[in-house]
């Protein structure tokens, strides 16, 4: 300490300030207040710096903590000696050493710099902000203190700072958001807690805008909303409340599109209470900033498709998820089609600035596919993850497949909170592997620049300042590579919701949605073969949509031309698969499902997709065991029929199978859709156009089936007394002298009589009371007698000859062959009769090779 007789300050002060006695201490603090009134009322300013100097030094900075309590005392009785109008100049030298006390080891003089700093600012007011950075620091700190004194103390002078920061309309805000986006992701209770009750404060402040600001705290704001303190929880909850309204009321001034991906990450957060908040602020965003939300709505997609499956304690998620996606949906307009061209020249997002790394998923499933433009374009590949499909591209119809393969890529996933300077590029789109037990990941990242799926690096701004954001567009390619991995989600109701916006798509984009469709098809096929019905069938409605399109017209031919190639090995190899697709001009129709009527959807002839379809659908019908066929051909068919004319349907199924390789399969696949011709309700209109044939397209029809319904010979006698071509069946009885009649032969021909006393076949039993009219109906059923063996089916059938009438008269008898019926011209019944013959015989020259080669088979095991 300096000599006694050069200090400015009396030896009692000094004694007095140095004290253990905390009453000594107060009592040299007002003798020295007294003092330095003094030299203020004389102007003697220089003494008074002296004063200070020797406080700061000797005091402040001494080694004895009871010495820089004293130090602190005598600091801030010198601030109340000078009062308001002579502080600024001392200000300085007074405030930084209270600061420099507020990290010192010893509790107490953290707790008298906290009462010093208050004195003093008290006295200063507004001149104080000037610190106001170190204070706040130094109070962020000091809120969470081991110490309850010092957290006491800390308190009152933060309540200070509030009212200061009030009074004062030119308070450093973008300073202060600077101080807060350093420290939002502390851990600490009580920091958060203090730094919440700012953010609550600034926001009631009118004069502080901070609205414009919430970007650069929200992410950390959120991740306080989890914290497991109740008490936090409610602060956080009633500040996020507080801050949207506030965002109502001023959304001119509100930067959305800086938000937008990081609440898509809290949108998955695994705490209700964060999930259901972000949410709500989602819903929000969509109405207020409409249409510059639509460059977010693939991640706005990953975030909110697992949310509308949710049920039990997560129905109030689940409705306000509901909610964002119904409002997301109303984003797109038909105007938005015309943007086809950009599918095609789309320019990537950059890796570095615009990829959102999507956070674990609950129900496993990668969050995004990856999309290619087109190679005409010659731009790179835009990553937006992947799926278990085949690349997506923006050329033309590509090749369906239901068993494609993709590359894996896969990348860690960020779990510590980003730095203030990784808070500036939120990414969007990282590939991800196609396992199915992998799952959407999202990184944090407060973003001030515009960020999309493909939206990328442009207009980027200076920093602090917003960015130019562009026209407002649906990045299609980043909303299918979100959709596509979301088919396979393990709830149900999200992979429906998968496939209502696909269909939404089409209805809004039909171009886009239609350049884009054979690289849907991978996925859409592999849900025909989801357990939940449900899904099969919307499955199925969004494949008829896609495949019987008429946006193709309206498109430039380059754009349309198929590229088909086979993708997928499979067993069944059909020389129809290349051909061009059949035209059939039907008119639409209406079906119902589930007691809601469905416009019948027609082919358009320019589409290729409807056939491609069909033929997939063959394959997956013959290969695994036939699995599928077994458990859901039938139900996949009905449905099938419901959204698609049966019409088209059925002609574009008899035209492939007629030319199918593997006969076995075709005779098969001709039993059981003979059988849902039969049986099915929704094919009611087609049973009648084969019965009455009353015009060309009907007989077109007839021919058509007969042809490939040829694979097998029950089948087809079934279609002729349906049709009422008794003369034809008759004759197609006769010739099974010539075929093999096997145990399954017998079994198709009991169905057939059991099929004979439904009410499907009411108008042949009728017919039969007039034997002499309608003989050859009686020889073809007599000949289905004498094939069938002493059984049920046989004394049904045979019951039922009994009970026909006796013919009138020979002559009658001779005339009862002439069909009523005109036969087109173009119409040959010994054409269809020889190619029944040469189908048949296809059929035994194939068996016999089967059995010689099983036969060579055992014999080569017999001689080893």
């Known amino acids: 300490m300096a000599a006694q007789d050069s200090s400015p300050l009396p030896t009692s002060i000094v004694r007095g300030l140095t004290d253990k006695l905390v009453e000594r201490r107060k009592g040299a603090a007002l003798e020295l207040e007294r003092m330095v009134k003094d030299l203020v009322m004389i102007n003697d300013y220089s003494q008074i710096k002296q004063v200070v100097s020797v406080l700061v030094h000797d005091f402040t900075l001494s080694s004895s903590a009871n010495t820089r309590k004293g130090g602190l005392v005598g600091l801030a009785a010198t601030a109340i000696a000078l009062g308001r109008p002579s502080i600024g100049m001392h200000l300085p030298e007074l405030v930084q050493p209270v600061l420099t006390c507020f990290d010192d080891p010893d509790a107490r003089v953290r707790y008298y710099a906290c009462e010093s700093l208050y004195n003093i600012s008290k006295v200063a007011r507004g001149a104080v902000l000037v610190f106001f950075n170190s204070a706040f620091d130094g109070l962020c700190k000091l809120s969470s203190d081991s110490d309850s004194n010092v957290r006491y103390g800390a308190e009152l002078l933060d309540r200070l700072m509030k009212d200061i920061v009030s009074e004062n309309p030119h308070f450093d805000i973008d300073n202060f958001i600077i101080l807060l986006r350093d420290r939002i992701y502390t851990q600490d209770a009580f920091a958060r807690q203090f730094l919440v009750t700012w953010i609550s404060f600034l926001d009631s402040v009118p004069d502080i805008h901070i609205h414009e600001h919430v970007p650069e705290f929200i992410d950390g704001l959120f991740c306080i909303l989890g914290d497991q303190r109740k008490e936090i929880r409610r602060m956080t909850e009633d500040a996020l409340g507080e801050l949207l309204r506030e965002i109502e009321r001023h959304s001119s001034s509100v930067r959305f599109e800086a938000m937008a991906n990081i609440l898509a990450v809290h949108c998955q957060s695994e705490d209700k209470c964060i999930q259901f908040t972000a949410l709500t602020w989602m819903k929000t965003f969509l109405s207020l900033a409409q249409r510059s939300m639509m460059v977010f709505t693939s991640n706005i997609l990953v975030s909110i498709l697992p949310c509308v499956a949710y049920d039990n304690d997560k129905t109030h998620i689940r409705d306000v998820a509901v909610s964002v996606n119904d409002r997301l949906k109303k984003l797109i307009t038909p105007e938005d089609d015309e943007d086809f061209l950009t599918d095609q020249t789309a320019t990537p997002p950059t890796t570095s600035s615009d990829t959102l790394v999507v956070p674990s998923q609950r129900h496993g499933v990668p969050p995004t596919t990856t999309i290619t433009p087109s190679p005409n374009s010659q731009q790179s590949q835009v990553t937006m993850g992947h799926t278990g499909s085949a690349p997506l591209t923006t050329s033309t119809p590509a090749p369906l497949s239901s068993s494609p393969t993709s590359t894996t890529t896969t990348s860690d996933t960020q779990d510590t909170p980003p730095t203030s300077k990784q808070q500036d590029s939120p990414k969007l789109g990282r590939p991800i592997g196609k396992q199915a037990s992998q799952s959407p990941n999202l990184s944090r990242k407060s973003d001030t620049d515009q960020e999309g799926v493909g939206g990328g690096g442009e207009g980027k701004g200076e920093e602090g300042v917003a960015p130019q954001l562009p026209e407002p567009r649906l990045h299609l390619l980043a909303v299918l590579g979100v959709l596509i991995p979301h088919m396979k989600f393990t709830l149900p109701e999200t992979r429906m919701e998968t496939l209502r916006w696909l269909m939404w798509l089409h209805q809004q984009l039909p171009k886009r949605v239609y350049l884009q469709a054979g690289n849907l098809f991978p996925a859409l096929l592999e849900m025909l073969t989801d357990l939940n019905d449900r899904v099969v069938c919307m499955a199925l409605h969004a494949i008829a949509i896609l495949s019987t399109s008429r946006a193709c017209l309206d498109l430039p031919p380059s754009l349309t031309t198929p590229t088909i190639h086979e993708t997928t090995p499979t067993k069944t190899k059909s020389s129809s698969h290349s051909k061009s697709p059949a035209t059939h001009s039907i008119p639409a129709a209406t079906g119902s499902d589930g007691g809601q009527k469905v416009m019948r959807l027609t082919p358009c002839p320019s589409n290729n997709y409807f056939r491609l379809f069909i033929v997939e659908l063959l394959k997956m019908f013959d290969r695994d065991n036939r699995i599928l066929l077994d458990r859901k051909g ?181 005339s009862s062959d002439k069909h009523k019926r005109k036969t087109p011209s173009n119409v040959s019944f010994s054409d269809l009769l020889q190619h029944f013959v040469s189908v048949q015989q296809r059929h035994s020259q194939t068996r016999r090779k089967n059995a010689s080669h099983l036969y060579k088979g055992n014999t080569t095991g017999m001689i080893r």
């Open 634 to 814: 039938n139900f996949i068919v009905r449905q099938l029929c419901v959204y698609v004319d049966a019409h088209a349907v059925y002609c574009t199924l008899a035209e492939i199978l007629n030319s199918e390789e593997n006969l076995a399969f075709a005779s098969l696949m001709v039993q059981v859709l003979n059988q849902i011709l039969f049986t099915s309700t929704e094919l009611y209109g087609l049973r009648l156009q084969l019965q009455l044939l009353e015009t060309p397209e009907s007989w077109s029809l007839f021919t058509t089936l007969y042809r490939s319904w040829c694979h097998n010979p029950v089948a087809t006698i079934a279609l002729c007394l349906l049709s009422q071509n008794y003369k034809h069946s008759s004759d197609l009885v006769q010739k099974f002298v010539n075929i093999e009649i096997t145990a399954g032969t017998l079994k198709e021909i009991d169905k057939l009589v059991q099929l004979l006393e439904s009410p499907i076949f009411a108008f042949l039993r009728l017919q039969l009371l007039d034997p002499s009219q309608h003989a050859a109906l009686v020889r073809t059923l007599y000949g289905l007698l004498m094939l069938l063996p002493q059984s049920t089916a046989f004394s049904t059938l045979k019951e039922r000859l009994g009970c026909v009438p006796p013919a009138v008269s020979e002559h009658s008898s001779k």
